[in-house]
């Protein structure tokens, strides 16, 4: 990383860290909270689908699982929710594991593996809908308990913090895989499957640890939103929304990059609240409007945010050598 990388890069925690105090604004503070959570599940996505190219469409799955492992484990057996955090995490990995190795130990690629994760998610949530423990489609709702022991917070500001926390654990996490084997074979495996077997990666081992990574960090974004929000239903947690959601945030920040899920988690927290302000909350009309950023981003930004302020960045460099 550049000297001036660093800087910015230092610049931008400082004031991610002083934002509660300079924003009075629960609204804006809310619209941070959503935009890190958000980015901590596209990093998440990113790590299966970015870095290694296994493009999943129902990451609700191990979202779902995670808002429900934490959430039933406090409701019906008193854990306290950071113990259940931990729990959720490996309960995400489980299930990832067990998806991953039913799809890639049969060679499942591409969208055959892309609607088998979106047939499971459908699974779950159907079985949430119909199951006591998940309280069927009344779902669940959490008790109000204020403190830090109990991860409730009495402002925004707490949820602001550990959301942030959560982010910058993501972020890290993408960028110890870019510089680790795993990341290295991923990579290998997302650009020729084929020519990563014969140069000795074992294809299967990797994609499974890289979709038991992917579904820990997408539990544990699950987790935080059961706590943010008090209540979950199969719905909310399991539907289809929440996998476009993820894997659009990836796509427009800049996919297999260490900060394109901020990025892409930015900007399309930005454009959502414009078109509320502007159009309304009509049915449906949130993945109408994802549906129109992902043909947008493939046609004319195919690498995303990140790609954008690369080639700006390069071209600023150059431009004195022409001058």
Do not use: C
Request: proline share 3%.
């Amino acid at each position: 990383m550049t000297l001036r990388g660093a800087a910015g890069l230092a610049a931008l925690a400082l004031a991610s860290l002083a934002a509660p105090a300079l924003i009075h604004s629960d609204f804006w503070l809310g619209f941070l909270i959503t935009t890190f959570l958000y980015a901590l599940l596209g990093a998440a996505w990113n790590v299966l689908g970015g870095y290694g190219g296994q493009f999943s469409f129902g990451h609700a799955l191990f979202f779902g699982t995670g808002a429900y492992a934490s959430s039933i484990l406090a409701t019906r057996y008193g854990l306290n929710p950071w113990l259940g955090l931990v729990a959720a995490a490996a309960a995400g990995a489980l299930v990832a594991a067990f998806v991953g190795f039913l799809s890639f130990r049969f060679g499942l690629r591409g969208s055959y593996f892309a609607l088998v994760t979106l047939a499971f998610a459908e699974l779950f949530r159907i079985l949430a809908n119909s199951l006591d423990v998940t309280g069927g489609g009344v779902g669940i709702y959490l008790k109000l308990r204020p403190g830090l022991a109990n991860f409730q917070f009495a402002s925004k500001t707490g949820y602001y913090y550990v959301a942030l926390a959560l982010a910058a654990g993501a972020i890290l996490v993408a960028w110890r895989l870019e510089n680790s084997r795993l990341g290295a074979r991923l990579v290998a495996i997302r650009e020729n499957e084929d020519a990563a077997r014969a140069l000795g990666v074992d294809a299967l081992r990797t994609k499974l640890a890289a979709i038991a990574l992917s579904g820990a960090m997408t539990a544990v974004g699950g987790t935080f939103y059961a706590q943010y929000y008090l209540y979950i239903d199969p719905g909310i947690v399991f539907g289809p929304a929440v996998s476009v959601e993820i894997l659009l945030v990836p796509i427009v920040g800049g996919l297999g990059t260490v900060f394109g899920p901020l990025l892409g988690s930015a900007a399309l927290q930005l454009v959502a609240e414009f078109a509320r302000r502007a159009i309304g909350d009509a049915p449906g009309l949130g993945l109408v409007l994802y549906g129109a950023i992902l043909i947008l981003m493939v046609r004319f930004l195919p690498d995303g945010l990140a790609g954008l302020v690369r080639r700006l960045a390069r071209r600023r460099h150059a431009a004195p050598l022409h001058a």
